[in-house]
């Protein structure tokens, strides 16, 4: 996504974004449907068509990114896998696990494609 982080950024085909990002192009497509499916990303076919974001890179947070492809992170999950952990009947690891979970989910959705984008896209390009 920071690939097409920059506002003037045409649409990009996914074997461009394939060999930009060194993501196997077969996943990467899978990645692309599911943005596209969440609104973040648009997808425009024939010539001069590709993936391009559906609004602007400040407007769209990581925490929506980890969302829509479903790697959000998971408070009620335990770290251990025990069913039955919460703060009542925490495993060894759950104050922990817990305060990680927050800190990841309070970045993620406080951080957008506009703070991580620019330096992303150089080091792409370059």
Do not use: F, M
């Given at each position: 996504m920071a690939v097409l982080s920059k506002a003037e950024t045409p649409a990009l085909r996914a074997k461009d974004l394939s060999i930009a990002t060194h993501v196997p192009v077969h996943y990467l497509?899978?990645?692309l449907r599911r943005l596209v499916a969440a609104g973040l990303l648009v997808a425009r076919k024939g010539h001069g068509g590709g993936f391009a974001l559906a609004r602007p890179?400040?407007?769209i947070s990581i925490g929506d990114i980890l969302a829509s492809v479903g790697?959000?992170?998971d408070t009620t999950?335990?770290?251990f896998g025990w069913g039955d952990c919460?703060?009542?009947?925490?495993c060894p690891l759950h104050p922990t696990w817990s305060a990680l979970n927050d800190a990841l989910t309070s970045w993620s959705n406080a951080?957008?494609?506009?703070?991580?984008g620019p330096t992303r896209?150089?080091?792409?390009?370059?």
């Open positions: 497509s899978k990645v890179p400040q407007r790697g959000a992170p999950r335990c770290a919460d703060a009542r009947h925490p951080t957008t494609l506009a703070d991580i896209l150089r080091r792409l390009r370059s």
